[in-house]
């Protein structure tokens, strides 16, 4: 079992910055490919992006357009997400995910890849 914790999220204003942490525990974490995932309002959960164990990253969702890096200390056994230049449409809930991998990281992109997800931290982006 892997357990993932979000934290981070907040109401902030358009242009501003936040970085997102997920914590991961119960599991070898270089073992752990996560991504980011996030659901707005009424709309169904999308992809940013991910990082496998050993850093690689796989290709971010069109819509991050430079303004989001994906980063992980596997000294300190969290994935970041680095969110710059937000804007109203990035509100969302934000989840990370894992799952144990060493295949290649274009599987990541997936949504039914990972079989661990966190409850989610709330950003929201005022005009």
């Known amino acids: 079992q892997v357990q993932l914790v979000e934290s981070g999220g907040g109401l902030v204003q358009t242009g501003d910055s936040l970085r997102l942490s997920c914590a991961a525990s119960?599991?070898?974490?270089?073992?752990?490919?996560v991504g980011w995932f996030r659901q707005a309002p009424g709309k169904e959960r999308e992809f940013v992006g991910a990082i496998g164990g050993s850093g690689i990253k796989a290709p971010y969702a069109d819509f991050v357009k430079g303004r989001f890096t994906i980063s992980r200390d596997n000294a300190k056994d969290t994935v970041y997400l680095q969110m710059n230049d937000l804007k109203p449409e990035d509100t969302a809930v934000y989840y990370c995910?894992?799952?144990?991998?060493?295949?290649?990281?274009?599987?990541?992109?997936?949504?039914?890849?990972?079989?661990?997800w966190g409850q989610g931290t709330p950003v929201t982006v005022s005009s």
């Open positions: 995910a894992a799952k144990s991998w060493a295949g290649p990281i274009s599987a990541t992109l997936a949504e039914d890849f990972y079989n661990y």
């Open positions: 119960g599991r070898t974490f270089t073992s752990l490919a």
